[in-house]
């Protein structure tokens, strides 16, 4: 696999970025949520304006592959990962946790003592992996659908890092 890069996300990346978000609900979540549950997700980035406005008002990054964007990931505040989303044509090589990892050193930057995510049904074995503990799980609603996911939770420190535990 080529090299990932992290950058900071700019302006002009919102429409690459609504198209990634819909690919990973599309084709990366259709084992977990049904195609009712999928469109009223995807549906958040319907307004490409809003939904740059929004990776804009966090501090996102946006990993790329030979200088295209395949994915992107937000900290909102000190200590909340909120979107994560990976390119299915880029999945399952390393671009998730890799990108969980660098929010994790931004949050850490913040003064966060931990990391903690709203994990989807399809991340959990992500964050499982990178040491997250479950702690409750819910539903939220989205127009006319409920979604299950569970909010995970890391401890940050000096020793340890998302990709180590
Ligand atoms: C969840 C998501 C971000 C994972 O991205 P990714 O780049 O494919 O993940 P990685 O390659 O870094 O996976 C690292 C490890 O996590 C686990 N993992 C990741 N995706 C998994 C899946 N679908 N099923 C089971 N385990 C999975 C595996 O242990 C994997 O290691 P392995 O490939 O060596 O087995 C991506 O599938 C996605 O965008 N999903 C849809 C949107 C979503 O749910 N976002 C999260 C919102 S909170």
Known sequence: ???????????????????????????????????????????????????????AGQLTIVATLDGFVVAFASLEGAEKLDMLYVDPAAGRQGVGAALVDAIARLAEGRGAKRLTAEASDVSKPLFDRLGFSAERRSLVQLEDQWLAHTTMTKALGESSSATRH
Not at 8 to 25: G, K, Q, T
Not at 32 to 55: H, N, S, T, V
């Open 1 to 55: 696999m080529s090299a990932i890069s992290f950058r900071p996300y700019l302006p002009s990346d919102a429409a690459r970025c609504a198209a990634i978000f819909r690919d990973a609900v599309e084709f990366s979540a259709a084992d977990d949520y049904g195609d009712d549950q999928r469109a009223a997700w995807a549906a958040r980035a319907d307004d490409e304006a809003a939904f740059g406005a929004k990776l």
